[in-house]
DNA sequence: CGAAGCTTTGACAACTCTCAAGACTTGTGG
DNA sequence: CCACAAGTCTTGAGAGTTGTCAAAGCTTCG
């Protein structure tokens, strides 16, 4: 992962576009592009790691990240699956807390860094900002909440039928926002089952699915697989 | 449910009690109590459900409560177990936003009720409560991620060890938080097979049960189990 | 071209869910 | 005070699903 040169005024643009600093005046974000840097990153390449304290507030720009979290019997499950843009971990670096879990690049990506200190000084001065971070925390949460509920699903099927569902667009098209085995293990199953589950789904007539593209083809029909 | 006629003065003390309200000087506190109120209830009243926006903030002064989200099959399943004191769903009724679960009383209950609108009004002019606040919810987040986590285990009986080995004191004992029914609800399977856990981790020699007071007796080897 | 990783399919064992029934507790009404 | 109902907890047995192990096709990258 290596730092990409970029101009004042191009820092400037790039922090106006994360989503809970857009209401700050200039002055302010002249303030924090003087803190701030972006870095590129590979498929593989970690972030931050579980455990470690985050010292820059994290907007991925472009690409995707999985974060993971190791389980009691060592292995890996992955918790939540990004796609840019996004704010990964606020609360977290804001708070000086630890991680609650490690960020891998999924792909090649875009990271836009901005010091912690200089959110803080923000955050304290302009207490919308707060509100509005604790408002992009509420979504993982409702998302996290979600995700937990879906876990209780009795049947493999059900779940990935699920899931699909709350990830089409109007036109019934989705693509997985990363490889089938990271959205196995984020669906709280092994690959083998998840690419099973799908030929079930294909096989009759519900889906198609070619690599990560997936098209719907009988919504209420998979709907009905929920159940 | 039922409300529970309070003096000021009383109120004004509970308030003070709620974790991230306890800074606020008394001026302020006075005010909050003018909106506030105490309620009580049984095992099985329902508090809020999912999707209702909530008007107060929740204080759960004495007793349990038990957080359920309905899945897409049509069951519940449990998200979170309360014991107090605990400050419930403060982030969706700071922002106004739908509550993302159901909450039921597993027990007797005391609920301290404290006005939206005095909240929102404390926070912005007390930036630190704000941060108070983002802090009580990334508790709830981690807590979430490690339960999610904790899904991916293979086996039930490794959940179940890892469930109480979080939960015990220095003296290795733990009560749980509600009935097993729901705790095993909590821990994503049924009701018979998380008996049926605690019943081979028990003739193994590594806890005690009664009721809902268990006694690690051999910490390693639960340790173990969890692989 | 070879190595490494992802995906798919097959077969089997292991586990959990489901259904059923009985022991036990608690609260209600006769 | 007892009987009954309702709910929780436990135990048993069978069916179904998923995890595991194995192998092969496929893509990507050096």
Same mark, same amino acid.
């Given at each position: 992962?290596?730092?990409?040169?970029?101009?004042?005024?191009? /820092?400037?643009?790039?922090?106006?576009?994360?989503? %809970?600093?857009?209401?700050?005046?200039?002055? +302010?974000?002249?303030?924090?592009?003087?803190?701030?840097?972006?870095?590129?990153?590979?498929?593989?390449?970690?972030? %931050?790691?579980?455990?470690?304290?985050?010292?820059? %507030?994290?907007?991925?720009?472009?690409?995707?990240?999985?974060?993971?979290?190791?389980?009691?019997?060592?292995?890996?499950?992955?918790?939540?699956?990004?796609? #840019?843009? &996004?704010?990964?971990?606020?609360?977290?670096?804001? /708070?000086?807390?630890?991680?609650?879990?490690?960020?891998?690049?999924?792909?090649?990506?875009?990271?836009?860094?901005?010091?912690?200190?200089?959110?803080?000084?923000?955050?304290?001065? +302009?207490?919308?900002?707060?509100?509005?971070?604790?408002?992009?925390?509420? /979504?993982? *949460?409702?998302? *996290?909440?979600? =995700?937990?509920?879906?876990?209780?699903?009795? =049947?493999?099927?059900?779940?990935? &039928?699920? !899931?699909?569902?709350?990830?089409?667009?109007? #036109?019934?098209?989705?693509?997985?926002?990363?490889?089938?085995?990271?959205?196995? =293990? !984020?669906?709280?199953?092994?690959?083998?089952? %998840?690419?099973?589950?799908?030929?079930?789904?294909?096989?009759?007539?519900?889906?198609?699915?070619?690599?990560?593209?997936?098209?719907?083809?009988?919504?209420?029909?998979?709907?009905?697989?929920?159940?």
């Amino acid at each position: 992962m290596h730092t990409v040169q970029t101009p004042r005024e191009t /820092l400037v643009d790039r922090i106006r576009q994360v989503e %809970f600093l857009s209401l700050l005046p200039s002055e +302010h974000l002249e303030l924090l592009a003087r803190s701030s840097m972006i870095r590129e990153g590979d498929k593989g390449e970690v972030l %931050f790691r579980q455990g470690q304290v985050g010292a820059q %507030f994290l907007w991925l720009m472009e690409g995707g990240l999985r974060l993971t979290r190791t389980q009691p019997d060592g292995r890996e499950k992955v918790i939540h699956l990004f796609s #840019s843009p &996004a704010l990964v971990a606020e609360a977290a670096i804001l /708070l000086g807390q630890p991680l609650p879990a490690t960020a891998t690049l999924t792909g090649p990506s875009r990271i836009l860094h901005i010091d912690r200190g200089a959110v803080r000084e923000a955050v304290q001065t +302009h207490p919308d900002l707060a509100l509005n971070l604790l408002g992009s925390v509420m /979504l993982r *949460l409702r998302e *996290l909440t979600r =995700s937990l509920a879906n876990h209780g699903q009795s =049947s493999g099927v059900a779940r990935v &039928a699920a !899931y699909l569902l709350g990830r089409v667009d109007e #036109s019934g098209a989705l693509v997985l926002p990363a490889s089938k085995k990271d959205v196995a =293990s !984020y669906l709280g199953m092994q690959p083998e089952s %998840f690419s099973r589950a799908l030929a079930a789904l294909k096989q009759q007539g519900l889906i198609e699915v070619r690599d990560q593209q997936i098209q719907v083809c009988d919504l209420a029909a998979l709907s009905a697989v929920m159940r």
